[in-house]
């Protein structure tokens, strides 16, 4: 098997999703096969941590990418692992598509919803293979006229942190705590979780707590008053940015994971926390559907009264018959997302690829 390198132009100190399963794509290629380059990483690094507008490092990181080929061997194949890849037909690479949504929510990104529109349909023809890491993206990009996703192989995106079961199922686990990884968007719909929290909290006993891991707290909760109206009675904290370990506990402590996001190309955050034996409450998305399947619980995006029933039940256990069905759901969902059920994907696309 060829060469294949590994171009993660996400790659930061403090990585997003993208970032994060970029990482993920490396782990999972054949022992021997995989490279990276350390100076591409750091250069990708530097422009993805320094406090520049969002057009200055959208444009940095498009620029990169375009050298990003002569970084490594000509006989290696290459892998771009976020929606950044060349605009030139370099005859051997290809790129991975995570979601839809710079154009779902351009308000969010006005700079990559650009690049989506203007730039991403011409470096889709340049590319030799296309990867999308859900079914229900890859039909969203159809169905926005991005034809050429209609043939993309889907692989699902992978994160370390599955491969953590049998140490996080240990840890005490918490009734009145609840978890949100990543809110650092407006379409991660935080403000549903906060009016069920005030829900919750509104009769004894004790009171429910609620940890936004990687918050941006500017966005959120306006309606109160900003955070600081959960703050002052102890109901939320915010964590800017969390490390594998930190992350790793907070999955394993929890009452539940709670994903209510709008939009999501995958969503790694419920495997991650079938994996910690935490249980994952998640917006009732398609694409969530796909992921998670009968190991999670769902609710509607915007019904904060449902998400407080939800809860209520998850933590009180009221079906135990139902808590070991999901408990036995997510040991079967989470070999479909391993290391080596994915590595074999990986492949055989590669084989394919030759």
């Given at each position: 098997m060829r060469t294949v390198a590994v171009i993660n132009a996400m790659k930061s100190r403090r990585p997003t999703g993208i970032g994060i399963a970029g990482d993920g794509v490396a782990q999972l290629l054949p022992a021997g096969a995989a490279m990276t380059s350390?100076?591409?990483?750091?250069?990708?690094?530097?422009?993805?941590?320094?406090?520049?507008?969002?057009?200055?490092?959208?444009?940095?990181?498009?620029?990169?990418?375009?050298?990003?080929?002569?970084?490594?061997?000509?006989?290696?194949?290459?892998?771009?692992?976020?929606?950044?890849?060349?605009?030139?037909?370099?005859?051997?690479?290809?790129?991975?598509?995570?979601?839809?949504?710079?154009?779902q929510f351009p308000e969010q990104a006005p700079a990559q919803s650009r690049y989506f529109r203007r730039a991403l349909p011409r470096a889709l023809r340049c590319a030799e293979r296309i990867v999308v890491i859900s079914a229900a993206t890859r039909d969203d990009f159809v169905a926005r006229g991005f034809a050429a996703v209609q043939a993309a192989t889907v692989i699902p995106s992978f994160s370390a942190a599955l491969g953590r079961e049998a140490a996080n199922r240990a840890v005490a686990r918490s009734r009145n705590e609840l978890l949100v990884v990543g809110p650092r968007y407006a379409h991660k719909n935080i403000d549903v979780v906060l009016a069920a929290?005030?829900?919750?909290?509104?009769?004894?006993?004790?009171?429910?707590?609620?940890?936004?891991?990687?918050?941006?707290?500017?966005?959120?909760?306006?309606?109160?008053?900003?955070?600081?109206?959960?703050?002052?009675?102890?109901?939320?904290?915010?964590?800017?940015?969390?490390?594998?370990?930190?992350?790793?506990?907070?999955?394993?402590?929890?009452?539940?994971?709670?994903?209510?996001?709008?939009?999501?190309?995958?969503?790694?955050?419920?495997?991650?926390?079938?994996?910690?034996?935490?249980?994952?409450?998640?917006?009732?998305?398609?694409?969530?559907?796909?992921?998670?399947?009968?190991?999670?619980?769902y609710f509607p995006a915007t019904d904060a009264a449902a998400l407080a029933r939800l809860i209520a039940g998850v933590a009180a256990g009221a079906d135990e018959a139902a808590a070991a069905g999901l408990a036995a759901a997510a040991r079967e969902r989470l070999a479909g997302f391993s290391r080596e059920a994915l590595g074999a994907r990986w492949r055989e696309f590669l084989e394919a690829w030759q």
């Open positions: 350390p100076r591409l990483d750091r250069l990708f690094s530097a422009v993805n941590n320094k406090p520049l507008p969002g057009p200055g490092r959208a444009l940095l990181r498009l620029l990169l990418v375009q050298c990003a080929p002569f970084f490594f061997p000509r006989n290696a194949r290459l892998i771009f692992t976020s929606h950044n890849a060349p605009l030139w037909r370099t005859g051997r690479h290809a790129i991975i598509l995570h979601d839809t949504i710079p154009l929290l005030v829900k919750l909290n509104e009769a004894p006993p004790a009171p429910w707590r609620l940890t936004l891991a990687g918050a941006d707290r500017l966005l959120w909760a306006k309606p109160w008053g900003g955070l600081e109206f959960f703050e002052r009675r102890g109901w939320v904290r915010t964590i800017a940015h969390v490390d594998e370990a930190e992350l790793a506990a907070l999955y394993a402590g929890a009452t539940a994971l709670v994903y209510p996001s709008l939009a999501e190309g995958q969503g790694l955050p419920p495997l991650e926390a079938m994996a910690a034996g935490c249980p994952a409450i998640c917006s009732d998305l398609p694409v969530l559907r796909e992921t998670c399947g009968d190991a999670a619980v």
